[in-house]
């Protein structure tokens, strides 16, 4: 009987202190959660602090530096720091990823929809079927009539498929406006975002193009990737870039100087956090303010 009982008290004695160790690693685990939560709450409130910072630290720049045909100069004599404007990876320091492109080397739907199609054309995802009707399409969701395209559709065609909406009749007001087209094929458009903007100061700049648009501007994929080469050696110039394509001159649709108007992003990755946000300024000096921000998004 005495053993019965040491033997029962012994396997008490095990469950109790199994009971503690599940209870002592359950306190742990969730101490330990807490804490990492912690962690990656300051880490997220520490990115977004140094993303408000660069945004400030860019859009001074933007409106202080010397601008050049490929980029923007800041900086003093034995510390200057050259930015490029074509989108090109930028890296202030080493959490921070900043891509800032001259608006005038990219396309707006809303202006330039024969462009777009040319690069959609491009980009060989798209049938010319597909694309006459975006293009179509694009153009009746805007005008102001109920008369049909060829290729596009009206409030009776958006109706008739079970659409919740029907054409603005007026100006698109975002890019992402143009995800409501009846027939847009949204899963093959994504790639082109990076070169699309709303915000569209006039002539085209070739000089700060991304490839692929040089590749749709041109016709020619060789020529883009040549001209390439030569902007990321710094040898692209307004005199060989005609040279090269054979452009007679600059024209009313066609500049080769920055614009002042700037598409920038920027992305803050720490340990435990990512923050990012896009805007759009233009440095267009007034009596009241040195720069207009036109879009912004976090």
């Known amino acids: ?44 409130n520490e990115a977004r602090l140094k993303k408000y910072s660069m945004s400030n630290f860019v859009i001074f720049n933007i409106l202080t530096s010397r601008h050049e045909p490929l980029g923007i100069t800041f900086g003093e004599q034995g510390n200057v720091s050259h930015w490029n404007l074509y989108g090109e990876d930028i890296h202030p320091d080493d959490y921070t990823t900043v891509r800032i492109t001259d608006c005038s080397a990219l396309v707006s739907p809303l202006l330039q929809p024969r462009i777009l199609a040319r690069v959609l054309e491009s980009l060989g995802e798209w049938s010319k079927g597909d694309i006459a009707h975006f293009v179509d399409e694009l153009a009746d969701w805007q005008d102001p009539d ?90 692209l110039t307004r005199s060989a870039f005609l040279e090269l ?19 920038v992003e920027i992305i803050v990755e720490l340990e435990r956090a990512k923050d990012r946000v896009e805007f759009v300024i233009e440095r267009k000096e007034s009596d009241i303010a040195p720069m207009r921000v036109l879009e912004w998004r976090e």
């Open 245 to 263: 394509t054979g452009i007679p001159e600059e024209s009313e649709s066609l500049s080769f100087t920055p614009s002042g108007c700037f598409k």
């Open 1 to 44: 009987m005495y053993m019965d009982n040491r033997g029962y008290a012994l396997v008490t004695v095990i469950a109790i202190s199994l009971i503690l160790n599940l209870i002592g690693m359950t306190i742990l685990y969730l101490t330990k959660s807490r804490l990492e939560a912690m962690s990656s709450l300051a880490d997220l």
């Open 146 to 235: 109920d008369l049909k395209r060829l290729n596009g559709a009206e409030s009776f065609q958006y109706v008739a498929v079970g659409f919740p909406y029907t054409p603005r009749n007026g100006p698109i007001q975002t890019l992402d406006e143009i995800f409501l087209l009846k027939d847009f094929k949204r899963e093959s458009f994504n790639i082109l975002l990076s070169n699309l903007t709303y915000w569209t100061p006039g002539p085209l700049n070739p000089l700060l193009m991304s490839e692929q648009l040089l590749e749709a501007f041109l016709g020619n994929k060789k020529l883009a990737r040549e001209i390439v080469r030569l902007r990321e050696r710094s040898e």
